[in-house]
């Protein structure tokens, strides 16, 4: 056999491994990226189905240049809602409610939302958070399968690195090589061909953003997520050093606290107020103060959690500039500190503009319509595999490409594994897993052979 000959059907055996790969891969994630894809799609205009589904409670008439003090608002949700003053948000524009949140005798937290001009009480829903309603708290907790808890957490880290795989893999299986199936535009009319035309032209027009949303997604998850946010400490590519190095702290994270923080915030302890015991600094104080530092409308101020705590106001707009953190002493009311984008380091920086973007808000509507499209790209291709899967499957089996023969390529495959699993910890540990199958079933299949 030549050298020409041998690296032909070398590269014919890595071609059916990664090819076998790819189908596996792909075979298993598919659910999650129907989850992921859809649930996305939906939440990107969270904020568009909030203001029109819940407009009684958020849309109001101006009638005038002046609204009620923070003080009077909140005294009118209180008195609807006897219970404890958790947080408040002033109105974001003219025509929208305050919102004051509420811990309840029953302990439960409502958001109550006042008109800001007259005091009226439009009335309450049960605090979602960053979600704005029940709606989008659902959508949003299916989107990272957090009702399934700690696990739900993990398959969708796991899902998302091999989402980046499954683009690598698919561009090495799309690359022409001289062939003439659909590569930029899909050539086939019908069948199962157009299927696979339409399967590759989809990703590969695509791909770019289907990684871009995998990468930017993963800051959230565990045990990615975790390395990542060490990494940027260690590297002293997170917060600037010194953070809290003048103010003394809590053992509260003030992810804990907020309902939004930056993400490279989100570990990092809270501060404390000076000496307990005095007065604490009123609310339309400390409004004041924040709003004259030029913080952006719907900003959040959050109360202080007991005698040491702090008031916070925060912010996280759609534009991604005036993201803002401002801490004050509950008693003074002095700031003691006031973080923006800028003050982030270069990897908390770059987190930030991805995560903004990952969720539709940087640019606008153009931001959320490009993403709305990958989405639907990415729920095409789950269907074209489910099709071309469908089409080919033999009776009675599932159709998994045939493990190739050649022992090189299980040694090449896990070498791949290995990187992968310094890149993606749950994608390397789910592909030895899934060797190490391979092997079983191929020293079994041996056993069985009959013996010439």
């Known amino acids: 056999m030549t050298p ?29 990226l129907l989850t992921l894809a ?43 809602h006897p219970g404890t003053l958790k947080a408040y948000t002033p109105a974001a524009a003219p025509d929208r409610a305050a919102e004051v949140k509420i811990l309840g005798e029953e302990g439960l937290k409502d958001t109550v939302f006042v008109n800001p001009y007259s005091g009226a009480v439009l009335g309450s829903q049960w605090d979602v958070g960053v979600s704005g309603s029940p709606a989008m708290y659902v959508v949003r907790k299916l989107h990272s399968l957090e009702y399934v808890g700690w696990l739900g957490n993990r398959l969708i880290e796991a899902s998302a690195g091999w989402m980046v795989l499954l683009v690598g893999t698919g561009v090495y299986l799309w690359w022409p090589r001289g062939k003439k199936v659909g590569l930029t535009s899909i050539k086939a009319t019908r069948g199962r061909p157009w299927w696979r035309d339409l399967h590759a032209v989809t990703g590969i027009y695509t791909g770019v953003f289907i990684v871009f949303l995998a ?35 809590s053992a509260v994270p003030v992810g804990d606290v907020l309902d939004r923080t930056p993400w490279i915030m989100e570990k990092q302890p809270m501060p404390v107020s000076g000496a307990s015991g005095g007065v604490p600094a009123s609310l339309d104080q400390v409004v004041a103060t924040v ?9 959040a101020l959050n109360m202080p959690g007991g005698p040491e705590g702090v008031f916070t106001a925060s912010v996280y707009p759609d534009d991604i500039t005036q993201e803002r953190v401002i801490h004050l002493d509950q008693y003074t009311g002095e700031v003691l500190y006031d973080a923006d984008l800028s003050d982030l380091g270069a990897l908390g920086w770059a987190a930030e503009w991805g995560i903004s973007i990952h969720m539709g808000q940087a640019w606008g509507l153009a931001n959320q319509i490009v993403l709305l499209l990958a989405c639907a790209a990415m729920v095409m ?27 090189r390529i299980p040694r090449t495959v896990l070498g791949i594994a290995v990187a992968a699993g310094v890149v993606f910890p749950l994608v390397g540990l789910s592909m030895l897993v899934i060797i190490v199958v391979e092997v079983l079933l191929h020293l079994i299949a041996g056993r069985r052979a009959p013996i010439a």
Not at 70 to 78: D, K, N, V
Not at 291 to 299: K, L
Not at 386 to 406: C, E, H, L, S
């Open 4 to 32: 020409t000959s041998k690296r032909t059907s070398g590269d014919c055996a890595l071609y059916r491994a990664v090819w076998r790969w790819h189908f596996i891969a792909g075979l298993i994630i598919l659910p999650f």
């Open 291 to 299: 709003e004259q530092r030029g913080i952006a409308q719907g900003y």
């Open 38 to 80: 859809v649930t996305g799609a939906i939440y990107l205009f969270k904020d568009e189905f909030n203001t029109v589904a819940y407009a009684n409670l958020r849309m109001v008439e101006p009638t005038g240049d002046t609204t009620l003090a923070p003080s009077q608002i909140t005294a009118a949700a209180l008195d609807s």
């Open 381 to 407: 291709l789950a269907v074209s595999a489910a099709v071309m899967w469908w089409k080919r499957r033999p009776v009675g089996g599932i159709g998994v490409p045939k493990m190739p023969t050649d022992w």
């Open 215 to 249: 990468m930017t997604g993963l800051p959230w998850s565990s045990v990615w997520g975790g390395k990542f946010y060490d990494l940027s400490y260690a590297a002293g590519l997170g917060m600037p050093d010194g953070y809290w190095s003048k103010t003394p702290t």
